[in-house]
């Protein structure tokens, strides 16, 4: 204990970044004074200035029409002569020259200075210098005149100084909002090869591992990497190497970049945060630029973590792209991993990745030296649900009637973030419906909500439809109930969710990692009632049982193909074939087995499905009268629980077997 307060007070504060301030109304900069604030809005307000007189230069210079004609001196006089002048305006220079324009009575034949002659009714012409008493001349004969300053230098100014401003604008407006980053690491654009990482102190990291349950062997793996970073002259005494990479290995939604974060709060050093899509670029180089420029920062802030998010973006297996040429990936995988043979024990730097998809991942990533540690983050099982729940509930009311364990009995499969989402969802519907607290009910509607989608009780249902959605779903019921090896039922429902009908939900009674053949022919036995219900009563069948029978299709066909359960075929794995991590699944199917082999794959796939299929006719036909109760109860209800299923079985004469 006492190496970690020392640890923490030996933190240096420079790790704890500015935080970004939202300008607040008040002042002409904004931020009531902040300087951050004054200097992001400083420049807006000389780009408003900038566009304002680029927009009077161009309106100026290409939208205010004059058709005047320029004429000599000597063919104004002569103008003069004649008497023809209405009105005459005269722009005055500094050095006492002027710009003369005129309008006359009516047009006339006048000579330009080109020495060209044509009809006009306005002129100007210009003159070395003009004086007041001129003036009084022109106004005697009874000519309006109007004396005004030239504004030739203004536009002269415009002309010179509009090419600067423009290019001004298409800066601040184009290039600077093309390179602002989020957090405010990148501010210039031709910074291509500076790392997008985001950097996260001590002190804005608030997670710890007391905030992570269910992956408690990850967290004990993890313990010891942060027990380095604290005390790392420990390890090195004995000649201990801490690993140089730890890759956390599982499905979306398990806690991986939850576990990445708690590892930094727990040693209280800075944590580099980046997503390995950020790497990558159109423009070749900036990859493996990038990388080098976030390892370098990182040894600068040592000790540290580097996080890198989806390290699949850019991991993934060479040479396996189309045309197999040196991509720009490439290029970023091979500076990865020359930097990480770069580390050295005393940089105190540690490299945590996570990934969904380990299969793609090149081989070089790895090996030992580069991530010795891999970490597996599975979904939690039953104990685990329930640590995660009670996590999750910590800030939430729940009613007197909610038990923890069966929520968690009842959400097999459920990562962590499903569970998250579960309380979320349930905290909603309880807002909705005005109570204070979670009820047992909410939690019910959250969890059917996610599996299928929510209600669809406005949803016109004929009572033909309905009839047999209840015979469909019956069936399922019966089905699983005689059926040796099937799962509990926990409801069954005719209410319309997503794109289903009706549903049927199973309560596991334990957590299973290995399924027997038992277990798998009652699932295909059970998936397929519901279509045997329908046989038997309509005599016909619908399309409800899609589902149903691809479920019971794809089973069948890897108890045959991978799992050894054919007794004509033997333990053999058929398998699907190898797939280029690149080419996707249908254009790389590869089949290493004959015609005949094939041929003999598809009809076992199909004696076990026809198998099982006249099995669920036989039980259905065995016990119509429950059939028929069940669809009854079940059309005049729409909901049956699992104690209300058992009591009309009872009730019946019916008695399913242990399973």
């Not at 720009?328 to 020359?338: D, G």
């Not at 054919?566 to 699907?576: A, F, M, T, V, W």
């Not at 015609?595 to 076990?608: F, G, H, P, S, Y």
Request: aromatic share 8%; charged share 30%; proline share 4%.
């Amino acid at each position: 204990m006492a190496d970690k307060e020392g640890k923490k007070r030996q933190t240096p504060n420079k790790f704890k970044p500015v935080k970004d301030q939202t300008p607040e109304s008040g002042g002409w900069f904004g931020n009531g004074g902040n300087a951050e604030g004054s200097r992001e809005r400083f420049p807006r307000i000389l780009i408003y200035i900038m566009l304002f007189l680029v927009f009077i230069f161009v309106f100026q210079r290409f939208f205010v029409q004059d058709d005047s004609r320029e004429i000599s001196y000597n063919e104004y006089r002569k103008v003069l002569g004649q008497d023809q002048l209405v009105s005459l305006t005269i722009e005055t220079a500094p050095d006492k020259s002027a710009l003369l324009r005129g309008i006359l009575k009516s047009p006339a034949t006048l000579q330009l200075i080109d020495g060209t002659a044509m009809q006009v009714d306005r002129f100007f012409t210009r003159i070395p210098e003009f004086s007041i008493e001129q003036a009084d001349i022109l106004a005697e004969k009874g000519i309006e005149v109007k004396v005004r300053e030239s504004a030739n230098d203004f536009n002269n100014f415009l002309i010179l100084l509009a090419p600067w401003l423009i290019f001004a604008a298409i800066y601040f407006f184009i290039f600077r909002r093309m390179s602002m980053q989020n957090g405010g690491v990148q501010k210039n654009i031709f910074a291509f090869g500076k790392s997008r990482a985001k950097l996260m102190s001590d002190f804005d990291v608030e997670i710890t591992f007391k905030d992570v349950a269910g992956v408690d062997e990850a967290v004990e793996e993890l313990k010891e990497t942060v027990d380095f970073l604290m005390s790392p002259e420990r390890y090195q005494q004995i000649g201990g190497k801490i690993p140089k990479g730890v890759l956390l290995l599982g499905p979306p939604g398990t806690g991986k970049t939850l576990l990445a974060k708690a590892i930094a709060g727990e040693a209280k050093v800075p944590f580099f945060s980046i997503s390995g899509a950020d790497f990558v670029e159109m423009f070749v180089g900036v990859g493996a630029a990038r990388v080098r420029d976030l390892f370098e920062t990182a040894k600068k802030n040592a000790p540290c973590i580097v996080f890198i998010d989806e390290i699949d973006a850019v991991g993934r297996s060479r040479g396996a792209g189309l045309g197999g040429g040196h991509d720009e990936r490439e290029q970023t995988l091979n500076q990865l991993l020359v930097e990480m043979d770069g580390f050295t024990t005393k940089d105190n730097v540690i490299l945590i990745a996570a990934t969904n998809r380990p299969d793609v991942l090149d081989t070089a990533l790895l090996r030992p030296g580069r991530f010795d540690r891999q970490i597996t983050i599975d979904k939690p099982d039953i104990r685990g649900r329930v640590a995660i729940l009670k996590i999750h509930s910590r800030k939430t009311p729940l009613a007197k009637d909610v038990d923890i364990e069966k929520i968690a009995q009842s959400t097999p499969g459920f990562s962590g973030a499903d569970l998250a989402n579960l309380i979320n969802e349930a905290a909603l519907l309880a807002s909705r419906g005005g109570r204070k607290d979670i009820s047992v009910e909410n939690f019910e509607e959250a969890r059917d909500k996610i599996l299928m989608g929510p209600e669809r009780r406005s949803m016109y249902i004929s009572d033909e439809q309905k009839k047999i959605t209840a015979y469909h779903e019956s069936g399922h019921v019966l089905v699983a109930k005689f059926t040796k090896g099937s799962d509990p039922i926990h409801k069954v429902t005719i209410i319309p969710r997503g794109r289903s009908l009706g549903q049927t939900a199973y309560l596991p009674e334990e957590d299973r990692y290995t399924q027997d053949r038992d277990n798998l022919i009652a699932m295909i036995t059970y998936a397929l009632g519901g279509r045997a219900a329908e046989k038997l009563i309509f005599n016909q069948t619908s399309t409800g049982a899609e589902n149903d029978i691809e479920r019971a299709t794809e089973i069948a066909r890897k108890m045959v193909r991978n799992w050894g359960m054919s007794e004509k075929l033997g333990p053999i794995n058929y398998g699907n074939g190898h797939k280029e991590v690149f080419l996707g699944k249908d254009y790389s199917h590869v089949r290493e087995y004959s015609e005949e082999t094939a041929l003999q794959i598809d009809v076992e796939v199909r004696n076990i499905v026809m198998e099982c299929m006249e099995n669920a006719k036989r039980i259905l036909s065995e016990k119509k009268n429950l059939l028929d109760a069940l669809a009854t109860a079940l059309i005049e209800k729409e909901i049956l629980n699992s104690e209300e299923i058992d009591a009309i079985i009872e009730a019946g004469g019916g008695m399913a077997p242990a399973s």
